[in-house]
């Protein structure tokens, strides 16, 4: 051991020696590590972290399905209670909805977001209050108006008051008692600030209902989370609930026949959109890592070569080669140590600087953190690269360390070490090119989301989420509501158009019913019944989003009385649903007989990516709900926009509170937020590790120009062209870039199928994408060759005569 | 005039400044010399007198900073570049003190090199490449590496090198000067017979044994020509 430390201060009096080699590598080293662990510290806290309930991996979420196209759907009451009698897999099923509303204690009411759930609500997710209670089955009566409220909105809109606890606070103007406050890490959903204690058995429902909630069955409107019996699997669960659905279509065919559920890990539901993404971006930035290793070992190679007197005089001293090699190693390992160290430092400027550039919808956001997993994780990457890198030049050193260096003056060919660095730099410009084509196709598949038409002009309108207490609005109350406003808007002279519509554009919610054709569509049979998207909006709505007319007429206010029976379906219902042509008279049944009378333009509907799907609008009065997003065309700038909907909101509610209104343009880049990160930040990866590997071959055929001085010389004494010279050295830093670009292509082509499922409409072996990256590849290696060759064009000639 | 351009080589006034850190090294200061066809010369004088520059010089490896220098009839003082490369390739055959075999290539390969920049067709390049081999007795080691090869082996096969493309005239630079005198010895031989075959050598030593070995012996000091003596022939 003392043999290892006399090792560590020699190598670190050797490594002092050599200071610019040294900041070098270990800035190298920090940025690596650095960029590394923060990296990880994003993947540890949203894929890794167990989330934060007992036993996670027995939660499931469970969906009702529909009949016919089979998506996933809430549930309504009744079938969560039969469920939750009846399915013997699931040992407790909670019910929950998300409900907005304004929070006050004292103060100002504030508008947060909350979940309304079903008393067994914290007893299925295992969870337990930090400060105060959780309210459960077992002591807690539906109707009790209790809530408990979430870490952040108890920190800020109660000042972290623990005595707020047990005091009653207001929620849309009703009394709740607050029962607890969880733990900062506690999260269900992302967003919920505070969960308040049904009223019944089941949440409100969000639309008035006539008759006994518990019985509804045909409008489904509860998530639900649900516990596994203790040994049951997730295919066991799904196989249970099959039975039960066939056993409850039976019973209520009307209403269940078809259907079934789908069950779904709670950890899936969380991550399982961003799983992929990050783990690319993890990869990428453990290939920047990896490059800038091969750095380091290449400059350790050169350094190891420059020393091989100085070796060869320990080991006629009687140093064995292990002795040799671990001195080496020491000092590979102590460099490793002193860039992780400062890597850390590194690593928590990028968290920082990528808790900014995440897009909220990565969930578990909070859950990042620069903690002692990421820093064992970043000691842990550190003495692996000092080891591995370290051992290659170790290696080779000590086993060259020979008399023979003593002998010739330390001139004989050093091959060996040129080709193992030559095969580093290969694996460098491989690895760059593989991240040169993701962040390619990666940036062709944004461009083309980009470039799609989303099917209405987003530029110039306000949209603002319109929220009606339904025990203040009944349903008449709220259609006149929503048709005032709009009216007073249109009148507005800084707007074009004014409308409002569920569901909102761009934000995921969905009405959909389920329909019998006048004709059945081509191929189907006459009975056939579809499940079709259903839309509520007043007249205004296509003129204030843009989407244009292709047939027929929008709404009038002759269509809203209950007698009328006009409905407007977009274009892709009228061509897969209807079978084209003239469709303005067609009739759609549900709930009674409606007459086509206009057909409007596709338009996506919640995210860029997503084509239209059919969808039939009826007037604001015959499907009628409490929640409606105002949309407003303005021609006098959007603060002038906002200005007017605040006026008419005011004018038209004075005691009522709103969310802020949102740009319809923010709405739209929000859905595209996420390519645009992960491209991003591909991207900058990628530049860093073309950098690194243009900075790697530089230094390979310059170090190869350096040692070839008198070689280069003597070719010249015996008539070589200077130019010849040049295209020498030219032709060696090219040949590896062409074999790592070869390398690297092959690989981008057998890791294309992982980046498949995150690309829009673009191959990941997009042959312009990769034609590309080939001639950015040879340009800068070309670049980074540039220098070293025209040195060895300038060497001087009259160098071969001088004697050692 | 007529005559000198006959002579092989024809150097007039020829100085070489060098410029570093503002002081200036004047290295040759007016050299006039003449070198005919077949003639052995060996150039000597003190450390530092210019001998090196002078070889650089006449090798083309270097441009003098004044005076004028003929080679074979024709004007290279100020050629270009590229030019200097291909007169170098053909006129001279250089021999270094420290060999400068390449590592990387066999010694067959070495010899080839200059023939290969002249852009000879490989049968001819094979004929000559072997019997440069033959005539400093390494043809048997035509496939070994420099590496592998003692000193004077290696030097052998430097003037192997030197010889293969018939050139003008035989460069060398104190070519005795990393070897043992056994292996000096041979070396000086091998030029000698090289000499008799007809070869132009012109060769600087500081070594007044091997000096004697040359049928003409210039003595420089201080960049200038101080003592030119023609050995008599018997
Ligand atoms: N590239 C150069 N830059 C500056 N000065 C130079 C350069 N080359 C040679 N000199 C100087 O020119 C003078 C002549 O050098 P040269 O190498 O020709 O001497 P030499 O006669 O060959 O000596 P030696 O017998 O030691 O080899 C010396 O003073 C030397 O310092
Ligand atoms: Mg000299």
Request: hydrophobic fraction near 50%.
């Amino acid at each position: 051991m003392t043999g290892v430390l006399d090792d560590l201060r020699h190598g670190v009096r050797a490594l002092a020696r050599a200071p610019g080699f040294c900041a070098l590598a270990i800035a190298t080293l920090a940025l690596g590590i650095g960029a590394t662990s923060a990296m990880f510290s994003v993947v540890y806290g949203v894929l890794l972290r167990p989330l934060p309930f007992t036993a996670p991996e027995s939660l499931v979420r469970v969906w009702h399905t529909a009949a016919g196209n089979g998506q996933r759907g809430a549930l309504s009451p009744a079938v969560y209670l039969d469920m939750q009698r009846e399915a013997r897999s699931l040992q407790a099923a909670a019910g929950y909805t998300s409900v907005r509303a304004a929070v006050s204690a004292d103060g100002d009411p504030v508008r947060l977001i909350g979940l309304e759930v079903t008393a067994n609500f914290f007893d299925v997710l295992g969870a337990q209050a930090a400060i105060g209670r959780v309210f459960s089955a077992a002591s807690d009566r539906p109707g009790d108006a209790l809530v408990v409220l979430a870490d952040g909105a108890w920190r800020q809109q109660f000042g972290a008051d623990a005595s707020i606890v047990g005091r009653t606070i207001r929620i849309d103007g009703q009394a709740y008692q607050v029962a607890g406050i969880m733990p900062r890490d506690f999260a269900y959903s992302e967003t919920a600030r505070f969960w308040r204690l049904a009223p019944q058995v089941v949440p409100t429902s969000p639309m008035q209902v006539e008759g006994d909630l518990l019985t509804l069955r045909g409008l489904g409107y509860m998530d639900v989370v649900a516990r596994m019996a203790p040994g049951i699997t997730t295919s066991q669960a799904a196989a249970d609930l099959r039975v039960l659905a066939a056993t409850l279509g039976a019973r209520h065919p009307d209403d269940d026949a078809g259907r079934g559920f789908e069950v779904e890990p709670v950890y899936s539901t969380i991550v399982g959109n961003v799983r992929q993404s990050l783990l690319v971006l993890f990869g990428a930035v453990g290939a920047v890592l990896l490059i800038a290793c091969t750095n380091i070992a290449s400059l350790l190679l050169a350094r190891a070569v420059g020393r091989r007197r100085e070796l060869a005089v320990r080991r006629a001293l009687g140093a064995g080669p292990w002795r040799i090699g671990r001195q080496l190693l020491v000092e590979s390992v102590a460099l490793a140590a002193a860039g992780g160290a400062l890597g850390v430092v590194v690593a928590s400027w990028a968290l920082d600087a990528l808790r900014t550039l995440l897009p909220a919808s990565i969930p578990r956001l909070g859950a990042i953190q620069l903690d002692a997993t990421a820093v064992a994780f970043a000691a842990g990457v550190s003495l692996f690269v000092g080891l591995a890198f370290g051992t290659a030049p170790a290696w080779t050193s000590a086993a060259s360390a020979s008399f023979e260096a003593l002998r010739d003056g330390g001139r004989t060919s050093t091959g060996g070490r040129q080709r193992l660095r030559r095969g580093l730099v290969v694996g460098q410009v491989a690895l760059a090119a593989v991240l040169l084509a993701a962040a390619g196709v990666l940036g062709a598949s944004l461009a083309r989301l980009q470039q799609v038409d989303v099917g209405f002009r987003p530029e110039g309108v306000v949209t603002q989420q319109i929220a009606l207490p339904q025990s203040r609005f009944d349903r008449a109350a709220q259609a006149r509501f929503y048709q005032s406003i709009t009216e007073r808007l249109a009148a507005d002279p800084r707007v074009v158009a004014a409308g409002t519509v569920f569901p909102a554009p761009f934000v995921s919610s969905q009405a959909s019913a389920t329909i019998r054709l006048d004709r059945p569509a081509p191929g189907d049979p006459p009975d056939r019944e579809y499940t079709v998207r259903l839309g509520s909006i007043t007249p205004g709505f296509f003129a204030a989003m843009g989407i244009p007319m292709l047939a027929g007429r929008s709404f009038v206010p002759t269509d809203f009385p209950d007698t009328a029976q006009a409905i407007i379906v977009n274009q892709a219902f009228a061509t897969r649903l209807l079978g084209g042509g003239d469709v303005i008279g067609r009739t759609l049944n549900f709930d009674g007989p409606y007459q086509v009378v206009g057909v409007v333009a596709d338009a996506r509907a919640a995210r860029v990516d997503q084509a239209a799907e059919p969808i039939a609008y009826l007037p604001h009065t015959h499907l009628t709900l409490p929640f409606v997003r105002l949309v407003v065309r303005g021609h006098a700038g959007d603060a002038a926009t906002r200005e007017a909907m605040a006026a008419a909101l005011r004018a038209e509610a004075p005691d009522l509170a709103f969310d802020a209104p949102e740009t319809l343009t923010a709405l739209v880049a929000g859905s595209t937020a996420e390519p645009r990160f992960r491209s991003g930040l591909v991207a900058g990866f990628a530049a860093v590790a073309l950098g690194l590997a243009a900075l790697g071959l530089y230094g390979l055929v310059s170090y190869s120009v350096m040692g070839r001085t008198r070689e280069i010389a003597t070719r010249l004494a015996l008539g070589a062209t200077p130019a010849s010279m040049r295209a020498g050295v030219l032709r060696e830093g090219l040949t590896l870039t062409v074999v790592g670009l070869l390398v690297g292509l092959g690989a981008a082509l057998a890791f294309g199928r992982v980046l498949q499922s995150l690309l829009y409409e673009t191959a990941a072996s997009d042959p312009r994408v990769l034609g590309v990256l080939a001639l950015v590849m040879l340009a800068v290696g070309a670049l980074a060759c540039y220098l070293p060759a025209r040195r060895a064009m300038h060497i001087d000639p009259v160098i071969a005569l001088r004697a050692d | 005039m007529s005559e000198s351009t006959q002579s092989l080589i024809h150097l007039d006034g020829i100085k070489k400044v060098f410029l570093t850190d503002e002081v200036e090294t004047h290295a040759l200061s007016g050299i006039h010399m003449d070198i005919q066809r077949g003639e052995y010369v060996a150039i000597s004088g003190p450390s530092g007198c210019g001998k090196s520059t002078l070889l650089a010089i006449l090798g083309l490896l270097d441009s003098p900073s004044d005076g004028k220098y003929w080679l074979n009839g024709q004007e290279v003082a100020d050629l270009p570049m590229s030019q200097r490369a291909r007169v170098r390739n053909r006129e001279i055959g250089f021999i270094f003190q420290s060999f400068n075999l390449i590592g990387d290539l066999t010694v067959y390969e070495n010899v080839e090199l200059p023939l290969i920049y002249r852009g000879m067709k490989t049968n001819e390049r094979r004929e000559r490449v072997n019997a440069a081999l033959e005539r400093v007795g390494m043809a048997h080691r035509a496939k070994h590496l420099p590496s592998q090869l003692s000193g004077g082996q290696q030097q052998r096969v430097a003037v192997a090198r030197a010889v293969a493309g018939q050139p003008s005239i035989l460069l060398a630079d104190e070519p005795t000067g990393n070897l043992d005198s056994k292996n000096g010895e041979a070396v000086m031989d091998l030029l000698r017979e090289l000499h008799r075959g007809g070869a132009t050598i012109c060769m600087v030593t500081h070594d007044p044994r091997y000096a004697a070995h040359a049928d003409r012996s210039i003595h420089l000091f201080d960049g200038r020509v101080v003592e030119d003596n023609v050995a008599s022939l018997a």
